[in-house]
């Protein structure tokens, strides 16, 4: 399936469930509790190894039992891990809000010794990312790290990934680094000013995309599918009911990533990472909710596009 080298954080999901979200001052009573691995760049990689990819993943971690929990889902999973673990802080974590009736999630990110990763980090694995087939990379750990990152992944000739999330003003020339960005609706609008309601409304976001400098925008639309430059819509996969939809961004990346590094065209790429997501959140959780490359297989099989 090729190699996959994935730049981004870790952290720990500590996700409760509840009816409503809790007014300010406001304590009310949840459903549920759960404790898990997350982070954007975590559920990536381990989306990624779990479709067959030769999975890397650099970033830090503290020296805590949450990075305890991080390096034994990447064994798990099948990802290198490349993460320098530092004493003085703590590894990353999440709280994240989950909507009961609808599993729409809202997440506040504490990130911790990944808030640390620099230029640095990325200069003493730059013969890996350089012998990468895809590289990605998101915006929970320093811009300047990513930045960094994209540029010797660019240099080298390595597919380059972005996910633009969480939304963010980005350095001048950083969207020119990417061969594919991967914003959702929200980042899609923060990026270029364009609401996206309709395929007409993501169709000219992509072109504002490729006028900063993207070669293929990729929008992604929750439950409708994602949006492909000089494609048209691929849509979503329906895996069952949905359970939570935490994580279903990162399930689709991984997918992506996985599928391209095994020479899939961009189109057939595109339907695998929505097929993964589809999987996704049928299930709970983040990390554990990433579905294998046979499962992935199965569902497309069986719902050929």
């Known amino acids: 399936m090729g190699q996959v080298v994935i730049l981004g954080v870790f952290v720990a999901d500590t996700a409760y469930r509840a009816e409503r979200m809790p007014r300010m001052g406001e304590t009310i009573l949840g459903n549920s509790f759960a404790l898990g691995p997350g982070g954007k760049g975590s559920n990536q990689a381990v989306a990624c190894a779990r479709m067959g990819a030769e999975t890397h993943m650099i970033t830090r971690l503290g020296r805590d039992a949450f990075a305890d929990m991080a390096l034994k889902t990447w064994a798990e999973a099948g990802v290198t891990a490349h993460a320098r673990q ?11 809000f989950i909507e009961e009736a609808t599993g729409d999630n809202a997440i506040i990110i504490a990130p911790g010794a990944a808030a640390t990763i620099s230029g640095a980090d990325v200069d003493e694995h730059a013969d890996l990312i350089a012998g990468a087939s895809v590289f990605v990379t998101q915006l929970e750990q320093p811009l300047a ?6 540029k010797l992944a660019r240099q080298a000739g390595v597919a380059t990934i972005l996910n633009p999330a969480p939304a963010a003003a980005l350095p001048d020339g950083m969207l020119a680094l990417c061969d594919y960005v991967t914003p959702n609706e929200t980042e899609t609008e923060a990026l270029t000013g364009i609401a996206v309601n309709s395929p007409g409304d993501a169709a000219r976001a992509c072109e504002a995309l490729c006028a900063m400098g993207v070669g293929t925008p990729i929008i992604t639309l929750g439950d409708k599918g994602a949006y492909l430059h000089g494609h048209g819509m691929v849509p ?3 895996a069952g009911a949905v359970v939570e939809t935490t994580g ?6 991984g997918g992506f990533a996985a599928a391209l590094a095994g020479g899939a065209s961009p189109a057939e790429a595109v339907r695998t990472g929505c097929a993964t997501a589809g999987i996704s959140v049928t299930r709970p959780g983040t990390a554990p909710s990433m579905p294998t490359r046979a499962e992935v297989e199965a569902l497309m099989q069986k719902t050929p596009g």
């Open 86 to 96: 530092m004493e003085d802080t703590y590894t990353g974590a999440a709280y994240i």
């Open 145 to 150: 790290a990513a930045h960094h990152a994209l």
């Open 236 to 238: 979503a996969v329906d």
């Open 248 to 253: 279903a961004g990162d399930a689709f990346n």
